[in-house]
């Protein structure tokens, strides 16, 4: 795939990712938490899912579990949303947009390279 393919593909991704959690009209403390957190956690569980080295699988979970330590805290504000609301913001986190496998590498460079998510 070239680099235009590559590029156009991210976009679309984010494009279509965006228009998501959009639609479910969240306050905008809610839509960070969306971008910053719930939806990296559960890209890398579903990336590390599929490593065959452990060492690698268990670097990516760790990335993840960091990302949704804070969101399990009894203080933190997703715990103040209903149990229906929490498990409508985990499937749309959990079920993003269609990506051609090619670029998943990519996804995943993007996702580990925003600040503070380091593994």
């Known amino acids: 795939m070239g ?12 494009t279509a990712l965006q228009q998501r959690v959009e639609a479910l009209n969240l ?18 569980e579903r990336v590390a899912a599929r490593q065959t080295r452990a060492e690698e699988r268990h ?18 504000p997703f715990q103040q949303l ?6 409508t913001l985990e499937q749309v986190a959990g079920d993003p947009p269609p990506a ?6 990519r996804l995943t460079k993007v ?5 503070g998510y380091s593994g």
Not at 27 to 44: D, T
Not at 111 to 115: G, H, I, K
């Open 82 to 87: 209903d149990a229906a609301t929490q498990a």
């Open 27 to 44: 306050p905008a403390e809610f839509e960070q938490l969306m971008h910053e957190q719930l939806i990296p956690a559960r890209y890398l």
């Open 100 to 105: 051609r496998r090619r670029c998943a590498s």
């Open 59 to 76: 670097r990516l979970e760790a990335v993840s579990e960091r990302l949704l330590a804070p969101l399990r805290a009894p203080d933190h």
């Open 111 to 115: 996702v580990l390279n925003r600040p």
């Open 3 to 14: 680099s235009d393919q590559q590029v156009a593909t991210l976009v679309f991704f984010f």
